[in-house]
């Protein structure tokens, strides 16, 4: 299994991003998919996650500006992020856990980052 985060860039202050998270390989069922976020020197902090049943969660500090959702049949999971500040910038990670097809365990996977700026 593979995650494969992309959509990251330069936006200016209240800006807009949709970032994308595509899981590929054989799974049976995902339970929970979320995105991580990372700046230098700091821990990676919890963004937000999509629970199986379609229960959302997001970090205070992104409520009401940032939204998540996944399309089950792609199995892609999205952030989109709304008026977005310089103190959003960082390197966006997605993280999912799943159970692979064979298997009767939940495994967690990590995608590569992608970097989200924002900058006038």
């Known amino acids: 299994v593979q995650l494969q985060a992309s959509g990251g860039g330069l936006v200016q202050p209240g800006g807009s991003l949709r970032l994308s998270c595509a899981a590929s390989?054989?799974?049976?069922?995902?339970?929970?998919m979320g995105w991580y976020r990372q700046t230098p020197g700091k821990q990676r902090e919890w963004v937000a996650s999509?629970?199986?049943?379609?229960?959302?969660n997001y970090a205070d500090f992104v409520k009401g500006r940032f939204a998540i959702s996944r399309d089950n049949a792609n199995d892609t999971v999205y952030l989109q992020m709304n008026n977005l500040k310089p103190e959003d910038t960082a390197v966006y990670y997605c993280?999912?856990?799943?159970?692979?097809?064979?298997?009767?365990?939940?495994?967690?996977?990590w995608g590569q980052g992608t970097l989200v700026t924002v900058s006038s």
């Open positions: 999509w629970s199986i049943g379609g229960l959302t």
């Open positions: 390989g054989t799974i049976f069922r995902t339970n929970v």
């Open positions: 993280n999912g856990r799943l159970i692979e097809a064979g298997s009767n365990r939940e495994s967690t996977y």
